[in-house]
């Protein structure tokens, strides 16, 4: 069992070395099939594993492999060791099923890509970097992951890099997410000087014997780990790279949305999820910011007309979501709610991805138009991941996910009526801007003829989430709904429960306005994008539409109080005495290479004269020993 559990990561960690290495000289079939046959034994392994953990339960509810011992010194010890858990099991399969389908989609849209082989290496990498994080024991390892997403999303964000502004959007997410990653460390600091280790299981331990509820040392690091989730999940204020890290491929943007980088937040959260209940401060601040970043986030998609930034928004709001749950301490639906976001966003991602495909890569709704007919298959796909990212009652996985969360923001004993109402807006603007969406891209008149219809290896992943993405809520319903609750009572083992004291007549209550709002919002957004069109435009024109289009104006006021200034340092300062070094050493060593170069010039008189001088100056020397 533990060889298993040993061999998840180092599946995808032997494609990335096999493809990194003899990539470029295999054919595009065997890089094909190590590329995704890698991940999708993963995943098998995964579910075999799932299958032994669910049914024959370890006494502590935990399976463990230790392979080395990675650091012991000053008292620090960390080894490469993982630990598989209720929470892990979630995560992983999440990271493996998704990202095999995806893996597989990649393998007919990047078909014919120059850097095909370079693609599937990079993705192996991401998924071995993503399982590290989530299987460590150690916040060391996870941190070791967590530094491995981000050069994996710099890699495949500037994927296309000849484009400078795919090589821009790269270099953003790599520096603002470094802005939480300096803060995440310093935490890591703070917690070994003054617990006396990285081990998670011993650290969560130790702090609550060592640590009184709300003492400052428990504030400070739990607000540090906030600012690393911050920046890799992309919430206020750190949310600006996100939107433009759909420079990278398609699959590339379903991979870092769905299964891996912008949920490594959520995960480190929940994992810590000990240190913020001792922080009762920090673990509010989590709630109100997730809060703030799913009414920003909707307000900004409901006006941007690139399809990929639609969903990049969206993705910003429905973490606010998972944010908003762990705040009030609904750990597990907010854990829920991530794993049927992972299927209905991979769905429309993967399915937009192909729209824009097989119309010459264009990326404007307002230019697509009449694809219904044109695109069955993807319009019905596209339609079921867009009805669960709205919560369409009873019938969509999404509706289940975000009806506990909108419950808990009421009824838990961390939650409030704030909470509650901007998750209540929140799903208004959800389901509004996913249907302007939908009716814009698929209905109306055709503006763009698609040239091919999508083969099999695009087809059949986005089928496969579209049923995850209708049927996945049905693993934990409501408890005015019935009692099956699979997913909660596997989790509660580990991330206690919210107490509530609320009777199921009022969830009832809150599930029927949920509803409510989620319907108005698809009939507002036929009213405006299909029936009256009109009625809409005169909102484009306006001001406050280009501020919600420019992202609430958050990427102006960073340009103008910190990459501006720190470009004007850098012009006025190109000359000092370092630059001057560094050129010196450069000239030195063009001067000798130059001096060099003479004698490689295909005359062989000269390459003789050179020898026999050689020669004679060694014996000269040997003489005079």
């Known amino acids: 069992m533990t060889l298993l559990l040993a061999l998840i990561p180092i599946l995808p960690l032997f494609g990335f070395l096999v493809l990194s ?71 992983i399969f999440v990271v ?32 071995f970097s993503m399982l590290v994080l989530v299987l460590a024991d150690n916040l060391l390892l996870l941190y070791l992951g967590w530094e491995g997403v981000g050069l994996c999303s710099y890699l495949l964000i500037g994927f296309w890099y000849k484009e400078p502004a795919n090589g821009y959007a790269a270099r953003k997410a790599f520096i603002i997410t470094r802005v939480g990653d300096t803060a995440m460390i310093i935490g890591l600091f703070l917690l070994f000087i003054n617990l006396g280790t990285l081990n998670i299981n011993e650290l969560m331990q130790q702090a609550s014997l060592k640590w009184a509820m709300g003492s400052p040392l428990a504030l400070l690091t739990a607000a540090l780990l906030l600012g690393g989730a911050v920046g890799k999940s992309a919430q206020l204020p750190l949310q600006t790279w996100l939107p433009d890290a759909m420079a990278g491929p398609s699959p590339v943007s379903a991979l870092i949305h769905a299964a ?21 401060a920090v673990q509010t601040a989590v709630a109100v910011i997730g809060a703030l970043t799913l009414l920003l986030a909707g307000f900004s998609a409901l006006t941007q007309h690139d399809l990929k930034r639609i969903l990049a928004y969206s993705t910003i709001s429905q973490i606010g979501y998972m944010f908003l749950a762990l705040g009030v301490g609904a750990w597990s639906a907010a854990i829920f709610h991530f794993m049927v976001h992972a299927f209905f966003k991979a769905l429309l991602f993967l399915a937009g991805g192909a729209v824009i495909l097989l119309l010459h890569e264009e990326h404007d709704i307002f230019k697509m138009g009449g694809l219904r007919k044109k695109m069955p298959v993807i319009f019905w796909t ?113 991330l206690p429960s919210v107490i509530l004291s609320h009777e199921n007549v009022s969830e009832i209550v809150f599930q029927v306005l949920a509803s409510v709002i989620s319907l108005s919002g698809i009939y507002l957004a036929y009213v405006l994008y299909l029936k009256k069109p009109a009625l809409a435009g005169s909102f484009n024109k306006s001001r406050i539409s280009n501020f919600f289009y420019s992202g609430w104006g958050f990427d102006r006021v960073y340009d103008i109080v910190f990459v501006k200034p720190v470009v004007w340092l850098a012009d006025i300062d190109k000359n000092d005495f370092i630059d001057l070094f560094s050129k010196g050493i450069a000239m030195v060593t063009i001067f000798f290479n130059k001096a060099l170069s003479l004698m490689q010039n295909g005359k062989v008189r000269w390459a003789v004269m050179a020898l026999a001088i050689g020669i004679v100056f060694i014996l000269t020397i040997m003489m005079n020993l």
């Open 21 to 91: 290495i003899f990539g470029g000289r295999l054919p595009w079939k065997v890089v094909a099939t190590i590329g995704t046959g890698s991940v999708g034994l993963s995943a098998l392994l995964t579910l075999i594993i799932g299958t032994v953990f669910l049914s024959l339960p370890s006494p502590d509810g935990v399976y463990a492999v230790n392979l080395w011992e990675w650091i012991n010194t000053g008292g620090l010890t960390a080894n490469i060791s993982f630990r598989l858990d209720a929470l892990s099991l979630v995560f």
């Open 96 to 127: 493996t099923f998704v990202g095999f389908l995806i893996h597989v989609y990649s393998v007919e849209f990047m078909k014919g890509d120059e850097g095909f082989s370079r693609f599937f290496a990079y993705m192996n990498l991401f998924v």
């Open 260 to 280: 891996t980088m912008v949920t490594a937040g959520v995960y480190l959260i929940a994992r810590t999820h000990v240190l913020f209940a001792l922080a009762p």
């Open 382 to 494: 596209f339609l079921i991941g867009s009805a669960s990212l709205a919560a369409l009652p009873l019938i969509t996985a999404g509706f289940y996910s975000k009806d506990q969360i909108l419950w808990f923001a009421w009824s838990a004993s961390n939650g409030s009526p704030w909470l509650w109402a901007a998750g209540f807006v929140g799903a208004f603007l959800t389901s509004l801007y996913t249907f302007r969406m939908v009716f814009i891209t698929f209905f109306g008149e055709t503006k763009t003829e698609p040239d091919h219809q999508p083969g099999k290896l695009i087809v059949i992943p986005i089928v496969i989430l579209a049923v995850f993405s209708l049927l996945a809520g049905f693993i934990e319903l409501p408890g005015s709904m019935g009692s099956f609750h699979l997913f909660s009572d596997v989790l509660n083992t580990l």
